[in-house]
């Protein structure tokens, strides 16, 4: 009922930048009724929240680490949630996924459990 595609994976050096892009459809539902995330699994790891973004743009990060590199932001009419990833570190190697729930607004947390449709995720890797 909801699709979403990830793109914008690469190789970027340590210290670089690198733009994701999510984009998302739905058949059925009001898109401005959901709430986008991205979450991110690095080899060997537990999946792990990176950020939440709702339809007014308001956002929410995981973590102060990466509040303080990465950005978030979407463009409603292009149904396109994008997180602007800087000074990228080796640690930040992982697949990264965007997720959408039904909500107005982002918690304070973001729980995986929450998420009913994500796309197929797209590998970065931070590397020399």
């Known amino acids: 009922q909801v699709q979403l595609v990830e793109s914008g994976g690469g190789l970027v050096q340590p210290g670089g930048s690198l733009r994701l892009s999510c984009a998302y459809s739905?058949?059925?539902?009001?898109?401005?009724?959901?709430?986008i995330a991205w979450f991110r699994q690095a080899p060997g790891k537990e999946l792990e929240a990176v950020s939440c973004i709702d339809s007014r743009g308001d956002s929410t990060f995981a973590a102060d680490s990466m509040k303080g590199r990465f950005t978030v932001s979407r463009t409603n009419a292009k149904n396109t949630v994008y997180l602007q990833m800087n000074s990228a570190k080796p640690e930040d190697t992982a697949v990264y996924y965007c997720?959408?729930?039904?909500?107005?607004?982002?918690?304070?947390?973001?729980?995986?459990?929450?998420?009913?449709?994500w796309g197929q995720g797209t590998q970065v890797t931070v590397s020399s």
């Open positions: 739905s058949s059925r539902f009001t898109l401005d009724f959901f709430v």
């Open positions: 997720a959408a729930t039904r909500a107005n607004v982002c918690g304070d947390k973001i729980k995986r459990d929450e998420y009913d449709y």
